[in-house]
């Protein structure tokens, strides 16, 4: 018996594909998966893969993925062939915040995004933000990352026209543990126009950047 | 002295005009800044703006602006002339999600764009959504409007492609009170991509949805 | 001197019989249950038995249970002879929750109590429920247990006549971390007739359940 | 234009009928629902209907309402003309927990099923439980109200075999502001199979009910 | 029986006087107060003096305070009459944090200490800080002033050498309700040196910035 | 430099002698506090003293310890040589909360009071506290310790006379874990004169029961 | 029908009479309660009873009633002939915690103990707890009535040897609102022996100290 | 590519140098940081740096740092040559609390300031601190460090004229775990002037005071 099925026409319905969230699967639940995906010669991206999960995987298996520890991404089957589409910028507060950001560029990459970093270019020292409000004001998208006090937030929406995806993280320690307080930061924005989604969740706010491309193509279609 | 400075240029830096959240102000600073807008000639959006308060301003100015009692919104200076941009559609769980659901409806409207709005389709009824599918799917981006449990988000989230801006209402009771039910169901969405705004921020999910489709446009320009 | 001492009538009167929560016990704490157990030839229901706690304990006792790491559960003297009754039905939103939903059919069978499991239904996907419904509507008792956002209650609440039992999961991250966002939903559910149970407790779901099913036997009883 | 879309169906999907939950609707949104139904000769619960919106009711409709202020509850079209079913038992901790128990039993009575209220037998005097032993021991479904500690769901649970179903109500104060330590107790009870609705829920107690009995007829059906 | 006991040695001792926190008080207990103060001609300042307080209390007492409803401070026995202390700065976000801004002005004043105020300067609009940038730099002590999400504070922390009092305010709504984001913001910011005050603790930022500019004089003594 | 002073003189002021508190220092710090002990010859008593701390201890300091890990309590210098006081009880709702009531009985015992015993009387099975009625009756202070919803403290306090005192613990998971629902309901208990202490504060129950005891014979003394 | 049971044999049983939580209860029901006291020439305490609930009362019962609306408690049937019982003392840190104080005072008056009550000691001013060492030194049982931070729990119980039981109170702002910030203070207190009641349970509070006094008349009886 | 950009001008904008927070990062950021350092010879205080952390650079590095465990602090290049300026004082309330004590000491010697520590003065044992009472007196700034309930903030800040930094701690267990009270507590004082940092930042208490000493410093010079 499969405890588990995977819902391949997701990609055609909602235009993303499903991922498989690992972090609460046992191995043998990922392997069964993985199994599958590569019978069909399907593509699939892991999210929340802890090293000792990738470590327990048979090894023919954990030899098909692409696995970067730092997002805790795995991915099987490449990235897609053509030239990826540009827009999307992530601007990441500090280095503690790159393994969110970086599971959201690589969501994006998995989908044929591509997508700069701007790291750590938190408020306490806005000059390092102002260095890049060029590049800034040229994305048709924006995934903030940030931890802490997660005041980046509010600062960039401020600045550029194009909306903004908050990607709160877990960075942080007594009133800031787990994220929280930059989740909340985010939400409670004076800043028009901010979007949040859940702690560390770069799956989230690269999926949400995805559709919003998405709907900018989808306009030009005569209705 | 005056002790408030309106940001008229925000909208040419952000494609969103300033508004004056007014609950937490009094009657005289609410009266000052019309005053100024509308001496300026200017166009004002007012969000959550009692009754009482409503009532409490000076009978010129009063009359000057559009209030709407159920969204708690004013408009000053009346809509843009332009015809109304499609593309933005508006779910509603259940006839007491209306308040924000308004709000939005009104901020887009403030803006030049159209949303036309589903009611009452709440989980408990699927077969209510059903029905409406074909107009879901035709949007290129969506509101979706609920208090409770919040189970319409991802429910609408597994069945479109375009992106969804969650608006949590504070409908609800018990565990419920307030609306982190509603608003932490939605940030945890297992659907991809769901973004999210503060509770009954219907103002916060309109300039959200009028920059994505803003970033449509831009995405027309050569670079 | 013993620090214990077990319900030996509580199955006869409430109907479902003690069980030992192994989670907060030490080894030593929970040998000495087995042994007096053993030695009176009784059946016994272990749960929350980790499986560090399980290998620790002496091995004569250890190879009379019959124990599943999955479910945490181990159970000493066997299933009972009579067969199963039919009538409960167990439904999961993902391959992660199927740890509290193989601790409530555990509990079922130790009880003689058979429940078919729908696995992997979850709203972002909602035709793999629809292709259930005939079954769903089959049951006379329904457990549904999910993490994250906990939608499915609703979702499944909606659909049926019979009583839904929701069992929440802590599976989630963020602000969905430890199970209060899937428990909040459930209980907040727009649809009326969900009955919740403390997250992770799949002993809880499968003993109402049982109740439930011994309410109907009872009324065929003259009064 | 209406906005709002009643469920007609409901009863016959779900074996309970849609109520009206008043507490988040403005009096003219209610008006319009009680319209819709008494246009269709149709029976319809309201819940949560604060006395202020009871007045605020044109004259007509109010007084084709049978309103009880207490439990916050109005009947539209009267109660069913059948003898009620039998089978439920309602027990509460103390007289202030009155409201939400009543809104149980109107719930049952507009559904056509009887249940007999033990009030006052709070866990400070256990004497007064034990003299209402043999009634609780015959009730085929119990529903239990309590604030504060909410100690009596425990203790009525190791009391009996039928299903209880913990109502938690907001009496309390201090810790207990809100109710969520009586609903705490109520999910983490020592006693097997206790179930829980939200708090001050006394419908969704009811319908809980209703569907465990009914669970108990459809079992006499041949399959 | 007089059931309070004023500490007028406090100023002595601390450096600061004691002042009286109205909010819980009745009026009578507040007017036996002011009587004690004025028959010593004794000066005296009150906090948190709701309108109804104020007009509930005795017509000769009354008239002899200088009473501020924005900041719902009172002052008995007017200010000092030696020319007030420089050094202090007051920033606060929007217009809607002025009550909280005000009462540490009227602290200030009440000990003899000038706070100029630049008002409505949030981070949604950075250029109205750059503007003030000037003026920040020659404070010795900057109060800054915010609710929401509170990003004021580590970007005014981020510009300045000052030492910071972050002041949150409760405005508000939504996951913001009561200030607490506001609070977190300031206590996790990213930037070194924030301290900060309780929620709308308008008093308590005022009297921190005393006790700093005397720590400065007291410096100069030798030792 | 010595970084720790104990108050050898708190035992004649506050009638308890000073414990330390042994889970947030280390190891190091633990022996520097014993050596000083040891040298004078003075009793001392460690509480929440971890297994691996215990094990860490030079030999020659731990060799003078009675060591007792269920309850992680340590003795330095024995116990008093006179016989001990009666007129304690401690009531144990399940063998999980053990640890909290040993560490209680080990601090009674290490002042020079008896304390007996009864384990495993939770409200599930109510008969199981009725047979100690009698007990109950007898003793001048009950120390009643509970986990899970803590229904035991209100049932016991209405069944005696005797002051109780509520040990809420840490057992239990989902809503209940922390213990932070026994604690609540303890302190929201509908029987009067419970008096709570921290969570798994065993130490702090038996000082406070030790206080209650030594009020009684202050009591003789003529004043 | 009656919908409530008075224990009156609960004094009894457990020392303390039973007393009416008036908060949650109607004004229709709170005369029944005193009409049945009043036909059996009961005393009876009535404890949280609003100034508006008094005053809705029928003349006849209200003018039976000894009210005191600072702790909102009533008394029927005057106080104990008998010269009330020494040995408590209330101290409480502020004017503002003297309804609370007061309850305590008055529950202790009514079960014919007498304590004298210190109020304004707040900590910020110890030189004020200084002078009453020798009175707190006295008592058998002492109640600290404190909020905001609790301070004053911890800082009596250093100085005494009698048990200390704490009565946190809502009083307070920001963090304190609600009087959990007094509470948790209690129950973590560095101080031994410190036993904490429900935040502004004065009647729980006294209830415990007269369960202390006699619990030291009970050890005079020989067994 | 880098993913860090160290703000190497801070200390010239704002008084206090930028620090590395270790604890969310990998030891590969810490090692790329310091190596940035240590080839500018720039100095550098690492913050929160656990032993595994430590252990895990590679030795040349390593071997550059003087680490303190006790602490988590780290520094590259040594202290400042001058002598250290005077007038900090840290006040902690018991052993447990010397590691967050130690960091905002080792920062302050990183920046050139002396503070000695007074430890193990907690409320429970007042005569520690009255003993004190003089050198307390004597310093321009003084940082109080405490967990559990806190206390130790309202009675010190009752005491002096000095700005008092609290800095709570993570020390404590049941309701104290992680801080949070001690953290109230202080925000809560009833003592004016208290300012707060988040929990365990030694180093934010240590750069506060540092602006602080600093502000003495700016005032006189002539503007």
């Not at 806005?126 to 800034?136: F, G, I, M, V």
């Not at 998208?141 to 990607?167: C, D, Q, T």
């Amino acid at each position: 018996m499969t405890d588990f099925r995977l819902d391949w026409e997701r990609e055609a319905r909602t235009g993303v594909a499903e991922a498989v969230l690992c972090e609460p699967k046992t191995a043998t639940q990922i392997a069964a998966i993985l199994t599958e995906a590569s019978n069909k010669a399907a593509r699939l991206l892991l999210t929340r893969l802890a090293q000792q999960q990738h470590a327990a995987l048979p090894a023919p298996l954990r030899e098909q993925l692409d696995f970067d520890p730092l997002s805790r991404t795995a991915i099987l089957g490449g990235l897609p062939r053509r030239a990826p589409e540009q827009g999307t910028l992530i601007v990441a507060a500090g280095t503690a915040d790159l393994g969110p950001a970086q599971e959201a560029a690589r969501t994006l990459a998995f989908h044929g995004r591509a997508a700069p970093l701007i790291a750590d270019v938190g408020v306490a020292g806005l000059w390092r933000l102002n260095e890049q409000l060029h590049q800034l004001r040229e994305a048709r998208v924006i995934i903030v990352v940030a931890g802490m006090e997660g005041a980046l937030f509010s600062v960039v929406a401020g600045l550029v026209a194009a909306p903004v995806i908050a990607l709160p993280t877990s960075v942080g320690y007594g009133v800031a543990t787990g994220g929280t307080v930059a989740l909340h930061a985010a939400l409670a924005s004076c800043a028009a126009g901010v979007m949040v989604v859940n702690i560390d969740n770069g799956f989230g706010a690269a999926t949400a950047a995805i559709k919003i491309l998405d709907a900018g193509h989808r306009k030009l279609d005569p209705r």
